[in-house]
Nanobody, 127 residues
Framework: QVQLAESGGGLVQAGGSLRLACAAS????????MAWFRQAPGKEREFVAA??????????ADSVKGRFTISISRVNDKNTLFLQMNNLKVEDTAVFYC??????????????????WGQGTQVTVSS
């Protein structure tokens, strides 16, 4: 059974930083795209960043370029997806979700392309 578990959310002041982590278990996602999405209250889920371990370019939403960095590492024998978020803004407040594809090669911005989702972690940025 595939499981994605996010952690690292919290409350931070504008201009601050947070690092989100998503531990993947149940299968190896070494060769398949993984991504971060977010959903603010009353809004649709939106793409944040995607990483394709096959060496293709990392994909970021325009709103986070230069502030967020997506990466993947092996931690405690589990593939872990990270999202380093710097210079956070009030408008970044949302529930952040990690997602993984079971196939494909591109880091799609379309949430419908992803097969596995975590439960989400809340990020709140205060002014």
């Amino acid at each position: 059974q595939v499981q994605l578990a996010e952690s690292g959310g919290g409350l931070v002041q504008a201009g601050g930083s947070l690092r989100l982590a998503c531990a993947a278990s149940g299968r190896t996602f070494n060769n398949y795209p993984m991504a971060w999405f977010r959903q603010a209250p009353g809004k649709e889920r939106e793409f944040v960043a995607a990483r394709t371990p096959l060496g293709r370019p990392t994909n970021y939403a325009d709103s986070v370029k230069g502030r967020f960095t997506i990466s993947i590492s092996r931690v405690n024998d589990k593939n872990t997806l990270f999202l380093q978020m710097n210079n956070l803004k009030v408008e970044d407040t949302a529930v952040f979700y990690c997602a993984a594809r079971s196939g494909g090669a591109s880091g799609s911005a379309d949430p419908g392309q992803y097969d596995y989702w975590g439960q989400g972690t809340q990020v709140t940025v205060s002014s």
